[in-house]
């Protein structure tokens, strides 16, 4: 069974630093695109950052960039999303996702992602 998991969210003050991980299991997600959405109460899901299969290239949506990285760890078939100098307005559920297609373009449109995790709440208050 495919899976992907994500983990770390929690409560954070203003300013503070998270760490999310999204950790895969079933096949192998090394050739997948991935992604980490969020959603927050009332709102559309909304892209937050993105990694080629390779690592090669990333995509941030200007609200996180400079503050938050997305990485991965093909051999560990896991994606981590480091976010820092947290804000009130990152509050929201986070889902990682995965997605292959044979373009080198990074997509942010939800349905490009056929592989979605349950979620992970993070809270920036203080």
């Known amino acids: 069974q495919v899976q992907l998991a994500e983990s770390g969210g929690r409560l954070v003050q203003p300013g503070g630093s998270l760490r999310l991980s999204c950790a895969a299991s079933g096949r192998t997600f090394s050739n997948d695109n991935m992604a980490w959405f969020r959603q927050a109460p009332g709102k559309e899901r909304e892209a937050v950052a993105a990694?080629?299969?390779?690592?090669?290239?990333?995509y941030y949506a200007d609200s996180v960039k400079g503050r938050f990285t997305i990485s991965r760890d093909n051999a560990k078939n896991t994606m981590y999303l480091q976010m820092n100098s947290l804000k009130p307005e990152a509050t929201a559920v986070y889902y990682c996702?995965?997605?292959?297609?044979?373009?080198?373009?990074?997509?942010?449109?939800?349905?490009?992602?056929?592989?979605w995790g349950q979620g992970t709440q993070v809270t920036v208050s203080s």
């Open positions: 990694i080629r299969w390779s690592g090669g290239s990333t």
């Open positions: 996702a995965a997605g292959r297609w044979p373009s080198p373009v990074l997509y942010t449109q939800t349905y490009k992602y056929g592989y």
